[in-house]
């Protein structure tokens, strides 16, 4: 492989990561700024008020967004074993 074939496999790489952790960060981020805003408005501060809504949320944003997850990996592992068995 040259130089450019593998910062393009790394480029493809970097979306393809962006791609799979976006969904998750997207709802953590959502769920973080309710949180926030209620915690703000309400004068709570508890710590488990920040940790619980965001794990059940990320858990259940990871059941429903795995399939398009593991989708996006295959397609890219697919591609870099075809690149590898081509030479």
Known sequence: MTGPEVFDVAREGVWVLIKVSSPLMLVGLGVGLVVALFQALTQIQEMTLVFVPKIIAMFLALIVALPFMGEALGTFMTHI???????
């Open 81 to 87: 074993a075809e690149r590898i068995a081509s030479g």
